[in-house]
């Protein structure tokens, strides 16, 4: 019964130490920008990081989208019209993904993007419960908060800035491999300022707002 409650009701923000977190990195390859428009999820990726390490826990599937895929999105992500035939639907596989998931502290580039795909949808899922329950970190607005003065905080300018090992760009696997090792240099970083806890990192990512509107304003952003 706790056991059943614990997966439903993480633990606090704060009782999330950084050293002994489960870090869970995902991202999603689409038809589209524009969820709202009817552009649908076609990739799913996840991969883990505990102790500033990658495990070697891996999640990733082709889906089918129920429409057709653009070219112009087939030639960004490589995925065509032919990949995705008799892969499952995200409602099809939603529940496993959640289960990948788990109660991890879930962390994605601009994951914003991803969640809203995720909760429009299939807004009354389990998997788009994990994004309410879950905490939520953006590496992306990490990077502004840590390193504001850089020129660009894009993934694949960050991965060079920090000479990250380059994967297959605008693939969810890829992506997802990439981000991970940005967010354990992030999580070391902030650790050395003075940060502990998941509900430290939020802190920091969410000075992020305030530093590029100042960024904006002097033009470096």
Not at 88 to 104: L, V
Request: with cysteine; aromatic share 10%; proline share 4%.
């Amino acid at each position: 019964m706790f056991n059943f409650l614990n997966k439903i009701f993480p633990k606090k923000f704060n009782d999330r130490k950084l050293a002994e977190e489960t870090f869970c990195i995902i991202d999603t390859e689409t038809t589209g920008l524009e969820v709202r428009s009817g552009d649908k999820i076609i990739s799913f990726a996840g991969v883990k990081v505990k102790s500033f390490k990658l495990l070697d826990a891996i999640f990733d599937q082709l889906i089918d989208p129920e429409r057709d895929v653009p070219l112009s999105s087939s030639k960004i992500h490589g995925i065509y019209q032919k990949d995705i035939v008799g892969k499952p639907k995200i409602r099809e596989i939603e529940h496993d993904i959640s289960n990948f998931i788990s109660n991890c502290t879930i962390v994605g580039h601009n994951i914003q993007f991803d969640q809203d795909f995720v909760e429009t949808i299939i807004p009354y899922s389990e998997l788009a419960l994990k994004f309410k329950l879950n905490p939520i970190l953006d590496t992306f607005s990490l990077a502004i908060s840590l390193f504001p003065d850089l020129e660009s905080h894009e993934l694949s300018d960050l991965c060079k800035t920090f000479k990250i090992k380059p994967e297959i760009r605008h693939t969810a696997l890829g992506d997802s491999i990439m981000t991970a090792n940005l967010f354990v240099i992030l999580a070391r970083e902030a650790q050395e300022r003075g940060a502990k806890s998941v509900y430290d990192l939020i802190k920091i990512m969410n000075k992020s707002i305030e530093i590029s509107k100042h960024l904006k304003k002097n033009k470096h952003y």
